[in-house]
């Protein structure tokens, strides 16, 4: 149930919702100063609430990505919510720009939506308090109209935020996406990329020069953000170089031939095929005419009681599995590898096994410039 510190909550149109352990630990912060500057029990339960929302507000965020996801026939995998915001993991990559532009602008417009009803719930019930509301003021006018006016706040700053137009925001992707098509994707990632460069860059200048106008909070805030954005532009401008190097590189010129391979006939013991094996890898299985007719991987050979006794390869190899072809790119195998339950996966051509490339092999050639073989 405890997955990588994360606690699986609730279930929304098929996406796992998990919280993150540290939400607790920012909720009992939220309790603290609720306590300390709105007084005793019910003003730590103002903190906790107010923690709460806030959470709310990131969930409803993630699950506009997700159902956009899902209505994109893209199969969102999970939600976790950690203190700093929500993580929305996607069982595959968007095929297109256009794909990607509604899935990204999905989270921001759910806070919008949301924003925008409590803003009608509260010109009905209280109007001056619309715009009476300040987020200063929070701690100390603890209110029945209060928490719609914050929550109201929480969401109309998650989506200004979530879409500025830089990396790693929404925003940014949305930009990218937009441009996509008239200068191409490459093009368009470095462009939004320099963007956020440029922009961190004068925000810091700026905060820096300017700072006797911040509180020591707000420019602590600010050069958060702006590193954020530094370090997010840099990641995605990244991920694009390494994604056009892997379409320059055909899976025949990065494949090796393994180390070892199996006959179907051959009688091993699952304890000496194990020592072969690490996690994620497979061992072809290639007939006397030097066809591909099996993979034993990792899976098929895990502790059994009867490991010493020796067992016929046909017998534990799988005979369902992807092939990849010597002139397909890096890039496609990359997907195949991600699409399958393997690691590794055979290059055949024609009917001739060739070689295996595994997920490693695919990210070496994504760092280095040298080339194997
Ligand atoms: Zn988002």
Redesign the pocket.
Known sequence: MWRSGSIPVVKVAGITVEVHLTFFIVAALGAWQGWRFLGGVKGALYGILGIVILFGAVLA?EIG?GLQARWQKLMPGRIILLPVGGLAYLGARPVNAWQELII?LS??LANLAIALILAGGMYVIAPGGLLAFRPSELAFLPGSTLFISYSLWVNAALFFF?MLPVFPM?GGTIIRAALASPTGYLRATQLVAWLGWLSAAGFIMYTVLWRHLFSQAVMLMWLALSAIVLLGSWQEAQAVYQRRRLLEITVGEQCRKPAVTFAPWEMVTLEHTRELLRRGQAIPVVSQTGQIVGLVPFQAVRRRPDDRSPVTIAHIMTTTFPALRPDETLWAALREIERSSFETLPVVSGNTFIGVISIDDIKQAMRGPQRRR
């Open positions: 965020h990505h990204a989270g921001p979530n929404d």
